[in-house]
């Protein structure tokens, strides 16, 4: 049971390339969240998705893009990276919208835009 | 508007002591309070959660408080140990299909 999978775990870009964040989780879980940490500010919610084909925005969604056309898979883009998104990015899934249950995180994606 | 307020940022505890941190929020329509443990490296896990209506909740060595009057609840740890070095953050979140907030981080150190 490999639970939330985040890859890669260590990517470099240059300022206007874009890239995609990989996120899968095998525990059938309904919703599925995309957060980034960065020093002192906590983990700041980007989008979320409360099942496939439903998205929405959190906190800080510009700059970023997502679909969710399965269950297991929740991929956050960046269209054009800039210095301001250096950060780790953590995605997050929990069985269903309500929420009696915890999160499970994945291992995080440290991001560096160049 | 920053919706969960956690403090301090850092603490530095000895070995066998017990650590307290903090958190205020601001939205009375909360109704689920988690505190999540991240080590180096890793991402944040779940450690222990409660909801308004019980004023405390333990687990092992680990307690929440909660004050719904104040508006405020807070994580205690009890003989902490080196182990236990690592950043606490809590969270909320309100009715189904809402996200949880986090507040901003407490590093905690345990000195042997």
């Known amino acids: 049971n490999a639970g939330v999978t985040q890859t890669p775990k260590f990517q470099v870009l240059k300022t206007g390339q874009s890239m995609t964040l990989q996120c899968a989780q095998d525990?059938?879980?309904?919703?599925m969240s995309w957060y980034r940490q960065d020093p002192g500010m906590g983990l700041r919610l980007i989008h979320y998705s409360v099942g496939a084909g439903i998205t929405d925005q959190g906190e800080v969604p510009n700059g970023y893009n997502v679909s969710r056309s399965t269950t297991e898979d929740f991929p956050l883009r960046l269209l054009s990276a800039a210095p301001s998104q250096t950060s780790v990015y953590f995605c997050?899934?929990?069985?269903?919208?309500?929420?009696?249950?915890?999160?499970?995180f994945g291992s995080g994606t440290r991001l560096t835009v160049v | 508007q920053q919706q969960v307020k956690q403090s301090p940022q850092s603490l530095i505890v000895q070995k066998g002591g017990i650590s307290i941190i903090n958190c205020a929020y601001e939205n009375t329509a909360f109704d689920y309070f988690p505190w999540y443990q991240q080590f180096p490296g890793k991402g944040p896990a779940l450690l222990i959660a409660?909801?308004?209506?019980?004023s405390e909740k333990k687990e092992g060595r680990f307690t929440i408080s909660f004050n719904k009057s104040a508006k405020q609840f807070s994580l205690h740890i009890m003989d902490s140990q080196p182990g236990d070095s690592a950043t606490y953050f809590c969270a909320a979140s309100g009715q189904a299909g809402t996200a949880l907030i986090f507040g901003k981080g407490t590093t905690l150190s345990v000195s042997s």
């Open positions: 997050a899934s929990s069985p269903t919208v309500g929420t009696a249950y915890g999160y499970t």
């Open positions: 409660i909801r308004p209506d019980v």
């Open positions: 525990m059938n879980h309904e919703y």
